[in-house]
């Protein structure tokens, strides 16, 4: 029997939701939990549009971490989606995993969290996560305040740092406790469930809001056109296929476009090789790009746009 044998009487897998404000860490943990990059991180909120499953292997479980939108009052029509599937997500679980940021004292968003998840039977456990932050003596002083804002819960509390991965080993190992008996549900070298076309175009998505800022704001959705494979060319030593991506970025407004374009195509151009790099990394190859930008007037607004667009709409769970 192999070690990462799943018919051990005492295997146990289950699915896990990853839930929190936006910007507490959430993508970064998953990504960290399961040590290859498969969640969009971003300094910016709110990158994380579809739910996002990544798998974890080890001897005698396996874990499917579901990575949610970070919960908050709604805007617009996007945004409410977007707080659908997480709460979605939730009914659906075996647990859940409050993120919260753990260097920072708690506020407003986070009581509505909160107050969202003591309605649910499902187990919480919850991470106290940019810990790295913390000088020494601020750590127990977060801790007490935060034992104290869930002083009526039977919540574990994990300290942990997604970028550092202090603390990471224990969530792994309180989440296989808390999981029912059960057989691998994936295969074992599966770390990802999303289509890679879903992944590529939040590779791009990325880079836009990493580039950008606050300038072009969530307006902004990529689609992937064509992924195609090239053969190596007789004068290319190397002989490795590359791949080709083509990829239409939509935003709302024309100034919109022009800041996504820059001065001479500088923006954009560094957004393609931001990208590129990280889609060489996923696809393990060499990668082309070519990036077109498009003005959709509205489209967050538009159900029929945002289906096209691949937003899909969650039933609300209560
Ligand atoms: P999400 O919206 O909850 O998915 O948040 P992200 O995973 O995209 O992270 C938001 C920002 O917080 C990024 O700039 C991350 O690098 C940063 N971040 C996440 N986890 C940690 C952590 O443990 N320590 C520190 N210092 N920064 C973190
Ligand atoms: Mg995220």
């Known amino acids: 029997m192999s070690s990462l044998d799943s018919r051990k009487e005492d295997h146990?897998?289950?699915?896990?939701?990853?839930?929190?404000r936006p910007n507490v860490g959430k993508s970064t943990l998953i990504n960290k939990l399961v040590g290859e990059k498969v969640a969009i991180t971003s300094p910016v909120a709110q990158t994380t549009r579809n739910r996002l499953r990544a798998v974890v292997t080890t001897p005698n479980a396996q874990l499917i971490m579901v990575d949610t939108p970070g919960i908050h009052k709604p805007h617009h029509l996007l945004g409410e989606?977007?707080?659908?599937?997480?709460?979605?997500?939730?009914?659906?679980?075996?647990?859940?995993?409050?993120?919260?940021?753990g260097s920072k004292s708690p506020g407003r968003g986070d009581q509505y969290i909160v107050n969202l998840l003591k309605r649910q039977r499902v187990p919480v456990m919850v991470a106290l996560n940019k810990w790295d932050l913390l000088k020494q003596d601020m750590k127990e002083k977060m801790f007490d305040i935060y034992i104290n804002l869930l002083s009526e819960f039977s919540w574990p509390l994990f300290p942990c740092s997604a970028l550092s991965g202090e603390g990471c080993t224990e969530l792994i190992d309180s989440f296989t406790e808390k999981l029912p008996l059960g057989p691998q549900l994936y295969p074992p070298e599966m770390i990802c469930d999303q289509p890679e076309k879903i992944l590529l175009g939040e590779?791009?998505?990325?880079?836009?809001?990493?580039?950008?800022?606050?300038?072009?704001?969530?307006?902004?959705?990529?689609?992937i056109d064509?992924?195609?494979?090239?053969?190596?060319?007789?004068?290319?030593?190397?002989?490795?296929?590359?791949?080709?991506?083509?990829?239409?970025?939509?935003?709302?407004?024309?100034?919109?476009?022009g800041i996504l374009i820059g001065k001479g195509g500088a923006m954009l151009k560094k957004i393609g090789q931001?990208?590129?790099?990280?889609?060489?990394?996923?696809?393990?190859?060499?990668?082309?790009?070519?990036?077109?930008?498009?003005?959709?007037?509205?489209?967050?607004?538009?159900?029929?746009?945002?289906?096209?667009?691949?937003?899909?709409?969650?039933?609300?769970v209560h």
């Open 81 to 101: 989606r977007l707080v659908n599937t997480a709460r979605a997500a939730i009914g659906e679980v075996d647990l859940v995993l409050l993120i919260l940021e």
């Open 226 to 257: 064509r992924v195609e494979e090239m053969p190596p060319s007789s004068r290319d030593k190397s002989a490795q296929v590359k791949t080709a991506v083509l990829a239409t970025i939509f935003v709302e407004r024309k100034s919109q476009k």
């Open 203 to 223: 590779l791009i998505r990325e880079q836009v809001l990493f580039e950008t800022r606050e300038e072009v704001p969530h307006s902004v959705a990529v689609l």
């Open 12 to 20: 146990r897998s289950g699915f896990v939701a990853m839930i929190g």
């Open 274 to 316: 931001g990208a590129r790099l990280n889609m060489q990394k996923l696809i393990e190859g060499p990668v082309y790009l070519e990036l077109f930008v498009k003005v959709v007037p509205d489209w967050r607004s538009k159900p029929a746009r945002l289906a096209e667009l691949g937003y899909q709409d969650q039933k609300r």
